[in-house]
């Protein structure tokens, strides 16, 4: 032990849709700086993961912890506030918003200031209106999105409206960021870019990363530890190289040659 | 270099710079005093009419475009909270007035006066005015405390509950108010005879509260008009109508984001129920209405649903325009005479906007505008021909003016169904900036014609 208390931890979270076991005794621990990566075939209950730590979904057991605090089953804006933020596998921005109201929208849970203020335009709410509106521009210079600022956030093409969700879930100022499949629909260098910011935000905003990804080479050169899933059940963790060589996941993704199903 | 003196775009962003502290509210209610003395005495009873109503109407679809156009939730009882603010008002004041000045007839000064003929030097603003505030105020409150009740339980779930919610409230408020109520009193004794607490029995039941005093003016209606499209794009250009527009938007990632979605439906509903409660109250109070729960049915709310769709969902700007038009269309309709003489407006805007059209096509500029003016020419050469031949023939097209009305709204939600103004308002994309655009592609390329 290293002596830093865990940032998230999960303790054997459970989910099942009637019959159907979608995560079983999930576990997981990110320290701070951590980037993770939770990786599996098709339906094998990653995104149900993301959503039961999210509050999406209500775990039927297990406990999540983030930062010390008890979030289990919490509603989603709860578990956003106590500092955790996400995107989303199909993108979820707010499309009739520009892409700087977009941003700005992160920073709602971070305000202090009332609605009566809002309405009456006091000193405070304008204050606090500007500095919303510096940091998202801020967010967006650093996702180079800030030439478009103020166009509508459906008219943006894939790999940004991806980047935007990402600047979005960053103005909420998270200790922990879980990343849904960042780099699907990105060309080759889109994805090399994409490393390369995430890295950085890690770095920069000291958040603590958790990403489901698809992509091997992206999953396999940004995180340090790997949690493989099949069917609802962790099958593997450890160190790229290691997961990589595991029989158990070879299998989980090509089959057991011979073996009929 | 990019840093220091940087001058920061101003965009569509939904910031405002403009609406400073309180000098707009001083302006709005300073503009209402001044229509009210100098405007009101100018125009003939019909128009002050006409521009009553609209006031009125405003405030309507302003605050339900609150509810369906920000939050995307679906209400279908609007017109139950102005009844709920209505009664309310109404009961404060008819029988408030009776203990406190002896009688319930209008006591207002110059401000609350729709009436052109009044004798003798008349006050600016009596203990009468000041009696209509509170209870315009007052039915407001409790129309909202009802928002309050019926919102909670219903904006919880997800989907259509709050349209059938909504639907059921406004009926269970129209039918409790004419089975549980009785004719108002009208003897003076009596009502002082009478305990408060028993007055609100006595507001109508099903023939309406009549004897009401006629508070409502140009003052009151515009003036609250002029605050709700404060208060509404105050709201909507903060960081609170943000959070509203995304849970219409997205309400997952809406919540994702730490927008507590439950809250910020329940407060758009109760807002929006507060300015239908004064609304209500304003009604209540015209010259020329009986505050009957009958007609503040499903009927009503539909009547203001469609001012905020033909709109454009969420705009103010937009609602605010529809609720003009709408409110004009009929009465024009109930003009042929009028209407005939339609050509002097439609002749020079076909014409305008063809002869726009050819240069626009010329230049390879935006046509949107010009097309906009033909259209807008065309559909009111029609009305002039239907006139017309109406007269000619001695049909009286008033008679059909509804039919008129509802092809009206047909054609123009087929030909813009994202309403007027879509989301957006119209100082920040619709027609000024579609216009500025469109003059500046125009400049531009003549610029480059020129030798």
Redesign the interface.
Known sequence: MTGTEPILKVEGISKAFGGLKAVQDFALTLNPGDVQGLIGPNGAGKTTCFNLL?G?YRPDAGRVQLNGAEVTGL???LI??AGM??T?QNI???????V??NV??????R?R?N?TQ?????RF??A??RA??RRA?RLLELFELDTR??EEARSLPYGDQRKLEIA??LA?DPKVLLLDEPAAGMNPQEKGELRGLIDRIRREFSVTVLLIEHDMNVVMKICETITVLDYGVTIAVGPPGRVQSDPKVIEAYLGVPGEAH | MASAGQI??P?????GSA????LPTIAIILAAVIIQITIRPMLGDFYAKVLLDIGVNIVLAVSLTMVNGFTGQFSMGHAAFMAVGGYTAATVMYYGSFRLFGEASMAGGVLSSMMSDREGPVPYFTRGDLLFLASTLFGGLVAAGCGYLVGLPSLRLRGDYLAIVTLGFGEIVRVLIQALTTDALYDADEIAATPVYQFPKYIGGALGFSGLPFYNSLFWSLGLAGLTIL?AY??KS???G??F??IR??E??????????TRYKV?AFVIAAFFAGMAGALFAHTSGVQLNAGELGFLKSFDIIIMVVLGGL?SISGAAFAAIILTILPELLRQPAFLVHGWIVAVPLIAGGIALRMLAARRRADTSIPKLLIGFGVAVALLAIAAAIARSRDIDLGRYRMIFYALALIVIMIARPQGLL??REIWERGLWRGLGNWVRSLRRETGEARP
Do not use: C
């Open positions: 999210t999406v509603r989603p804006y956003a506030g933020a996400r989303f979820r921005l707010f499309p009739d918003l520009s700087l109201d700005m929208l992160g920073s709602h849970l305000t200031q609605m809002a309405i009456l335009r006091t709410h304008r606090d209106e919303i509106e521009r600022a103020e979005r879930a909420t | 920061e775009k965009g569509p962003t939904l910031m609406a400073i502290g309180w208060t105050r709201i903060s960081t609170f943000r959070a527009l995304s938007e997205d997952i990632a809406a919540e994702a984001m730490g927008v507590n979605t407060r969420g879509s989301v």
